[in-house]
């Protein structure tokens, strides 16, 4: 279902990428377009670094913050109207439900059905366990081309764990956050997934020394 303030049909064409700069433009979100446009440049580099589709990676990151255009305030509301469920951490903190309602925007006004593609989104800000490529992919994008000023404190450590395991560098990204108190709220999905990749990790090695 549409709610018919964030309709954003008359700014969608074939060239997803004039559209959502458009739509970013339209709205005066224009952090969040250089922040996707950055996105969309570096998961390409990463994609092909780690056998994925670039083009469909591509897709995922122009879309993954678009649903920056419904105000903050109004999310619980747009979660509850187009029945989206929250966990109890997304109503006290709208800003990390922002990854749901992006998906359903993909979905519902770009036609987007791809749900390797919908699930990138919907778990780009804490991923999740049993990630699939493009989760992590999205994921780790998302947090070196960040849309805060300046360079993240993490940048150079998982840039250079990114040369050689796209696993290890999520992993020493997530545990960086986890361990500095840096999380603004820790989503369950978060820690399952360091859990999951921690795991994973280990397997990875013990099948290696074995
Ligand atoms: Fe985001
Ligand atoms: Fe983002």
Known sequence: MKIKEYDLSEYINEDLEVSVDAILNEYGLLICKDHTKRVADYIQVLARKFGYDPEKAKIAA??????????????????????????????????????????????IQFDIHDQEILSAIACHTTL?????????????????EWDQSGLPSY?????????????????????????????????????EAVTWLEAELKNKTTRRVK
Do not use: W
């Open 128 to 144: 999740k366990k049993d990630a699939s490529k493009l989760d992590k992919l999205l994921f780790i994008a998302d947090k070196i």
């Open 62 to 107: 122009l879309l993954h913050d678009i649903s920056g255009v419904i105000p903050n305030i109004k999310r619980v509301e747009y979660c509850k109207v187009n029945h989206i469920d929250l966990i109890k951490e997304e109503v006290e903190l709208p800003l990390i439900a922002h990854q749901k309602t992006s998906s359903h925007m993909a979905k």
């Open 155 to 191: 940048k150079k450590m998982v840039e250079d764990l990114l040369e050689d395991s796209l696993e290890e560098a999520i992993y020493a990204y997530m545990k960086y956050n986890l361990e500095g108190g840096l999380l603004k709220v820790v989503h369950p999905d978060y820690l």
